[in-house]
């Protein structure tokens, strides 16, 4: 099975997509003191065993904080099968003109050798949760497969006030077109994540920020 194949969503939040990691990928955590020190926890999965080990790992002193983001550079690749890219853009919130434009930042994360079906999600159990739930809950239930995700800032898509399920999919489909994805926006998953209340700038990000980040 190819390391993308099988993915997990967590969605913990009323919108916010927290965690995108292969199932049987390798993930590491750690934690930096005030001298920059670093142990790592790297996860694996053993061959003949469907139970993660662990392996604590010490890794390099850093004198500084950029000799530190230095060594996250070299260490931070993606693994086969994904590609990332973030853009930003500029939107006017109606429910707040007086603020002018605001920056709004948008991330497509895109399944280079195909869709995959062997994808999950945990969802959030709040009573009121944004658009992006409702599509990603409708997602899941259909069974389809999965090919890329779109993530946003500044605006969750909670209680909008408008069509909040047709503005993340007008942004799916920006991301299916950009990427010509045969299966279209049926197979991406968006998410948002940040004010409530406000409407989301859906045509800001499908016609400039998903382009440039594709």
Not at 89 to 105: C, D, N, Q, T, W
Request: glycine share 8%; proline share 7%; with cysteine.
């Amino acid at each position: 099975m190819m390391l993308h194949r099988a993915l997990f969503v967590a969605v913990t939040t009323t919108t916010t997509v927290s965690a995108f990691v292969p199932l049987s990928a390798r993930a590491a955590s750690f934690r930096a003191s005030t001298a920059f020190r670093l142990l790592a926890t790297t996860t694996t999965t053993a061959a003949t065993t469907s139970t993660p080990t662990q392996q604590a790992q010490e890794l390099p002193t850093f004198t500084s904080e950029q000799e530190y983001l230095d060594y996250l550079e070299t260490v931070s690749d993606l693994p086969a099968g994904f590609a990332t890219g973030t853009a930003d853009g500029l939107f006017v919130p109606p429910e707040a003109p007086a603020m002018g434009k605001l920056g709004i930042r948008g991330t497509v994360i895109h399944l280079t050798e195909g869709p995959t079906e062997n994808w999950a999600a945990c969802f959030t159990k709040n009573k009121f949760p944004g658009a992006p739930i409702t599509v990603g809950r409708s997602r899941l239930a259909n069974g389809g497969p999965l090919h890329a995700l779109v993530i946003n800032n500044k605006v969750s898509n909670v209680c909008s006030g408008g069509d909040g399920v047709a503005d993340s999919e007008m942004v799916c489909q920006a991301v299916a077109e950009a990427l010509d994805l045969p299966g279209g926006a049926e197979t991406v998953l968006p998410s948002s994540t940040g004010v409530i209340g406000w409407r989301l700038p859906a045509k800001e990000l499908s016609q400039d920020v998903v382009p440039k980040a594709v």
